[in-house]
């Protein structure tokens, strides 16, 4: 088991669909990507907004997460420790994301703060568009 230092208590975390990576988000807005096997950091992506909801693709391949705005989600590639694509045409708040099975389109609730509104969209990953 991976114990972060106390000053870098866990928020949120995710577990790759086999299990064998832990992207874990902490208190400084770090994500780090955690070999469960060996519970070694393995690499860390920086976010500045509090507590993303972070989800693998169905492969593990792709991460992704709220970016540097609640309006942005970025999808980082687990495999290249980079940056993948940044999808920032949100209106509100990216609120929840999740990856089709395919892991080709990623399905977002923009959600508005100030009301029970929300509207769900399709962003193809292939070109980094939404879907119509």
């Not at 902490?26 to 070999?35: A, E, G």
């Not at 709220?66 to 708040?93: C, M, P, Y």
């Not at 959600?111 to 980094?128: C, P």
């Amino acid at each position: 088991m991976t114990v972060l230092p106390s000053e870098n208590a866990a928020l949120n975390m995710a577990l790759s669909p086999d299990g064998r990576v832990a992207a874990i988000l902490d208190v400084k807005n770090r994500i780090h990507l955690v070999d469960v096997g060996t519970g070694l950091r393995t690499a860390a992506f920086h976010t500045t907004t509090e507590n993303p909801t972070l989800n693998f693709s169905p492969d593990g391949r792709l991460l992704a997460a709220r970016g540097t705005s609640d309006t942005e989600v970025v999808i980082w590639d687990v495999a290249e420790r980079k940056l993948n694509a940044r999808l920032s045409e949100f209106k509100q708040w990216a609120a929840h994301f999740a990856f089709s099975p395919d892991g080709n389109t990623l399905a977002v609730v923009d959600r508005r703060r100030d009301a029970d509104v929300s509207e769900i969209g399709l962003w193809d990953l292939q070109t980094q568009t939404p879907l119509k």
